[in-house]
């Protein structure tokens, strides 16, 4: 006798099929069919077409499984909703990605609020990058190519008897990564929930406490699920869900939007209560109002309070189709909302990036600045340079210069060197020479070159030459 993992199958004469009725308990498969088995004739189980198994043969589940089909609108659909939520899920993960480079370069922008924002946005790309997976490196976002076989007429049917631990894990990643970013989303909503009704300083406290319940929590209570699925409904991918299994990753995401709703209105109360005691116009009120529930929506995922209050088997397929765009879009785009929201329209984020671009404008005007002179570098204190130069102040010259420079690169940075006449470099003097210099005579002194409000001073002597720049 042999088992295939999924029946038992008698010794069989060779050169014939044996046959035997569809498992029922095989989720998708129906008992009115039969499986097959060739034995071959020299008394060998046949291999599955084109490979090679000498020990085990190959059954043909194919006529087992139960092809449903798709509703209308699935089909006419679908296309359309695998190109919102791809263009979703990108421009998604593209933000995201510059947001989590932003909050971690800049210094300034290293503190506590930012550093929960932060981890969202983590949660929110990881969660992209997943469904952008699940739903591109798979077949129809079921399964590798290689979990499938065909049928002679040419349908998919998922091969039976395989551990397919590939997919299983692709989808125990994904709803990882799906609590995860619904566990920071509530850690978010927590987080302004105590800055505006508790101490602020006892909330930054315990930081380390947001990080476990966003990361540590959603892995804790998957291994449950993953449990039961192993012992009890390790079938297909894991992607096909009993009432039970369903209800068990459905109760920790509804557990979050009602938490989440609670801050909800919570929140929203206080804001309208601040709004109302201003004295400004109507349409001030409404638009402050807007912005701020916009705002709130976006973070605590209200969209998903509205779904689930419409289920499927109460809706006609004209709603049910809305119903999909909606989810699809508001999915998909949520992490390119949020990050637009928290990152770049921040104004925090926005002058820290303007600097920035200012500092680097500044070097780059500095290096390319042309000069008929030759220039020097100096890391000498720009406190000590400004006297140096004012010093050396000629007379019928007005120099505001700090510190003696190269001309095209930042002051700070280089050290100190002189030029001669000849191109070669040496160790520039030290301060003292330079001090001690003022019996250099007026007319040996000129001053030169007014460019950009920035004045130049050459101040020659012998063979040298050393150029001041404000």
């Not at 994904?174 to 909330?203: K, P, Q």
């Not at 400004?280 to 638009?287: D, E, G, I, K, N």
């Not at 920035?356 to 220039?375: C, D, G, L, M, V």
């Amino acid at each position: 006798m042999t088992f295939d993992n999924v029946l038992c199958w008698n010794y069989t004469v060779a050169g014939t099929v044996a046959t035997q009725r569809c498992p029922a308990y095989i989720n998708g498969f129906t008992d009115e069919n039969y499986a097959t088995r060739i034995c071959n004739s020299n008394g060998s189980w046949a291999p599955r077409p084109g490979h090679i198994n000498l020990t085990f043969g190959w059954t043909n589940y194919s006529e087992c499984k139960v092809y449903l089909e798709a509703p209308w609108f699935v089909k006419e659909h679908m296309h359309r909703w695998r190109i919102i939520y791809n263009v979703g899920y990108s421009l998604s993960l593209a933000c995201l990605t510059v947001a989590i480079a932003i909050l971690s370069c800049f210094r300034k922008l290293r503190c506590h609020r930012n550093r929960i924002h932060l981890h969202l946005f983590v949660s929110f790309a990881v969660r992209a990058s997943m469904c952008l997976i699940r739903d591109n490196a798979t077949v129809l976002g079921v399964a590798f190519q290689s979990d499938f076989d065909k049928t002679l007429n040419g349908n998919l049917f998922f091969i039976p008897g395989v551990s397919h631990w590939k997919c299983k894990f692709l989808y125990l990643v994904f709803y990882y990564s799906l609590l995860a970013n619904y566990a920071w989303v509530t850690d978010e909503g927590i987080y302004l929930y105590c800055i505006l009704f508790r101490h602020a300083d006892e909330v930054n406290e315990y930081l380390i406490v947001y990080e476990v319940l966003g990361w540590v929590l959603p892995l804790v209570y998957l291994m449950p699920w993953a449990l039961m699925r192993y012992f009890t409904e390790n079938y297909y991918c894991w992607n096909t869900h009993s009432e039970r299994s369903m209800w068990f990753l459905h109760a920790f995401m509804l557990g979050s939007i009602l938490i989440n709703t609670y801050f909800f209105v919570r929140i929203s109360a206080l804001i309208i209560a601040k709004l109302s005691q201003e004295n400004r116009s109507q349409l001030w009120y409404l638009l402050r109002l807007a912005k701020s529930m916009l705002i709130l929506i976006s973070l605590f995922g209200m969209q998903y309070l509205i779904l689930l209050a419409m289920p499927d088997h109460i809706l006609s397929d004209s709603a049910i189709i809305a119903k999909s765009y909606m989810e699809h879009i508001f999915n998909s785009f949520q992490g390119f909302v949020i990050s637009l929201i928290f990152c770049f329209l921040n104004k925090e984020v926005q002058s820290e990036i303007g600097k920035a671009w200012s500092r680097y404008k500044e070097r780059n005007r500095t290096y390319f600045r042309p000069s008929t002179q030759t220039s020097i570098t100096s890391n000498i204190p720009r406190e000590r340079n400004s006297l140096l130069i004012s010093h050396h102040n000629t007379k019928g010259s007005n120099l505001n210069g700090h510190l003696v420079m190269d001309t095209g690169r930042p002051c700070e940075s280089y050290a100190s060197y002189h030029v001669d006449v000849q191109g070669e470099q040496a160790p520039l003097a030290e301060p003292e020479i330079f001090e001690n210099s003022s019996s250099i005579s007026e007319a040996e002194s000129t001053a030169i070159i007014a460019n950009d409000q920035r004045s130049m001073l050459s101040l020659e002597q012998g063979n040298s030459t050393i150029v001041a720049i404000d």
